[in-house]
């Protein structure tokens, strides 16, 4: 008997080594699976990069996996559950260490849940559930994933010690427990944050959401209100619809100031090509703030964030936004933000630039009476 289980677990151990994710990947795309995204050659990479015909196939491949060892047990050994076990174990190792890739491959979670589904089916979807919900409300979050991996044989554990599906005895629930265990350690060993393929699908799908951003850079009229540009720029579109003299203005909203500093080269050059289309390079300008909660009625945040002038050319203006966007930053304003008992979040910097004029005069008109709740004795300080 020993030598038939020595024979069909190293059996067991070459059919799991099969690259099948590179194999259909390749003979769909002529690409390299090894090359491509994670790295993985997995189910999900496969659908990524060899589309979905050599995904379904890969899927089907990896099933397989675990029904051919379990056939061997079934067929030769009575579905014996510690030689199915060995069997299932043998072909998991050749999926993570596979000869025909340096002992390079594969997690095999594909393998391991139908495997499972088999020998205990409510342990199986109890793991389809939980992974459900992890995709759903925690999918950035890979320590998460982590913790769910280490739970593996704890769940199956669960359901075992109520003797379900079949009727095994303690020790057979050992057997399983101790198989989940290992199973568990060698998923929590080969896994890794830049190698896992759901953390790359939200990435990259996180990274297209910012591709698609329409770049809003709106020139201030009396036509049409423009949103996200902060009270001082919507102050100005006021003053442009009672036809005050107002220089020729641009917002640029809070959205894109986001996304300008938020080292994102593609939307960066997306932006400034934007900016350049529209703006002078003879033309000096003045770079100012337009908070999301400035120049409102209670709280003015006068002289909090910086304002440039005369900036000429289209990267000392990228420099200069830049500047006054992160000037939201500094230890002055969290310090108004806290005496003002004002939220962090509710601060969103928009920038407006406006064309520079060569003034007369220039002074301070005043909205309101600014002595209104002052002392009416002033007291001027003696020379």
């Not at 090894?34 to 491949?61: K, P, W």
């Not at 139908?114 to 459900?132: H, K, Q």
């Not at 989940?180 to 939200?202: N, P, Q």
Request: with cysteine; net charge positive; hydrophobic share 45%.
């Amino acid at each position: 008997m020993i030598p038939l289980v020595v024979t069909f677990g190293i059996l067991s151990y070459i059919y799991g080594s099969i690259p099948f994710a590179l194999v259909f990947t390749y003979l769909f795309t002529k690409k390299n699976l090894l090359n491509e995204g994670t790295g993985n050659v997995g189910v999900i990479n496969s659908f990524r990069t060899g589309g979905n015909y050599a995904g379904i196939l890969t899927v089907l491949a990896e099933i397989s996996k675990a029904f051919i060892p379990l056939g061997f047990s079934y067929f030769l050994f009575d579905y014996e559950l510690w030689i199915s076990l060995t069997f299932l174990l043998l072909t998991l190792l050749g999926t993570n260490f596979s000869i025909f890739l340096k002992f390079r491959g594969g997690h095999g979670t594909t393998m391991t849940f139908y495997s499972t589904l088999v020998l205990s089916p409510f342990s199986a979807l109890t793991l389809l559930s939980i992974n459900a919900l992890f995709h759903i409300f925690s999918r950035y979050d890979f320590r998460i994933k982590r913790l769910w991996t280490f739970s593996l044989p704890a769940i199956i554990y669960l359901f075992e010690s109520f003797d379900l599906p079949f009727q095994r005895d303690f020790l057979d629930d050992i057997i399983y427990t101790s198989f989940a265990a290992v199973t568990a350690i060698l998923f929590l060993i080969r896994s890794g944050e830049s190698r896992d393929d759901y953390v790359r699908h939200y990435e990259e799908y996180e990274m297209s959401k910012r591709k698609r951003i329409s770049i809003k850079f709106h020139k201030l009229s009396s036509n049409k209100k423009a949103p996200f540009i902060g009270n001082k720029a919507s102050n100005l579109e006021f003053l442009i619809a009672m036809k005050m003299n107002v220089p020729v203005s641009y917002a640029l909203d809070w959205y894109m100031c986001s996304s300008l500093i938020s080292g994102d080269s593609e939307i960066k050059g997306k932006i400034k090509k934007k900016i350049e289309k529209t703006l002078s390079p003879s033309i000096y300008y003045s770079i100012r703030s337009s908070a999301s909660i400035e120049d409102n009625p209670d709280f003015s945040f006068a002289g909090q964030f910086k304002s440039i002038l005369n900036v000429q050319g289209i990267d000392n203006i990228m420099a200069a936004v830049e500047e006054v966007i992160k000037s939201a930053n500094t230890e002055s304003v969290q310090k108004y933000l806290s005496e003002a008992k004002l939220d962090r979040d509710e601060l969103q910097m928009s920038v407006v630039i406006q064309e520079m004029v060569k003034p007369v005069f220039s002074g301070v008109s005043f909205g309101k009476n600014p002595t209104w709740f002052t002392p009416k004795t002033i007291i001027v300080p003696s020379t």
